[in-house]
């Protein structure tokens, strides 16, 4: 399904699109959802590709992200409108499908919850919520190592400790926080001790 050159044609493409760090940090979550698919035998060539497309419109201003997610009829829920730069993942899934012609609903589905994560993710939805997180170009959250450790023994804690950190950076700035943020949170609490 994805080969090689298809997957160095879409980062030569973004490498074009994107700005040096966040192309840096695209890489980084590529390369590491790869690591990732292999440690939990999932299909590697998925895995670069829904990595390499997470932020695929992220260099949208928050004004274009609201214009083109009304022109295509894209939902927009008062989370986002607070808060445009989360329809980045929306957008992003929109674009893997019109831009770059992915048509991978796993994939279009991790580009789309990459952000928030959501109960009951697939596994590859999982691996990019995590790589996005614990790349190498990531700045230290606490707890950065731990969760990295973490990921590659249950991908599962992973994500909860994930969905942990963001609610506790999130509240310490005072931020808004979406919805399928804690429900991210509260459905993989269940594995916070296994």
Do not use: W
Request: hydrophobic fraction near 35%; charge should be neutral; include cysteine.
């Amino acid at each position: 399904m994805y080969t090689n050159q298809n997957i160095e044609k879409v980062e030569n493409e973004l490498k074009e699109i994107l700005d040096e760090k966040r192309f840096r940090h695209t890489q980084g979550v590529m390369y590491t959802a790869a690591a990732l698919a292999m440690r939990y035998s999932q299909n590697v060539n998925q895995a670069l590709m829904a990595g390499l497309l997470h932020d695929c419109a992220k260099a949208y201003s928050d004004e274009e992200k609201l214009n083109l997610c009304k022109k295509n009829n894209i939902e927009i829920t008062s989370s986002e409108q607070k808060v445009p730069s989360l329809l980045h993942a929306k957008l992003g899934a929109f674009d893997a499908e019109n831009k770059f012609g992915v048509n991978d609903e796993d994939v279009l589905e991790a580009v789309r919850v990459h952000t928030t994560g959501k109960a009951n993710m697939s596994m590859l939805q999982k691996i990019v919520y995590v790589a996005d997180f614990i790349e190498p170009n990531r700045k230290k959250y606490s707890n950065m190592e731990q969760i990295r450790v973490i990921s590659f023994e249950n991908i599962d804690k992973a994500v909860f400790y994930i969905a942990k950190n963001v609610l506790e950076y999130l509240n310490k700035k005072g931020a808004f926080i979406d919805s399928l943020t804690n429900e991210t949170y509260n459905y993989y609490s269940k594995f916070k001790e296994r």
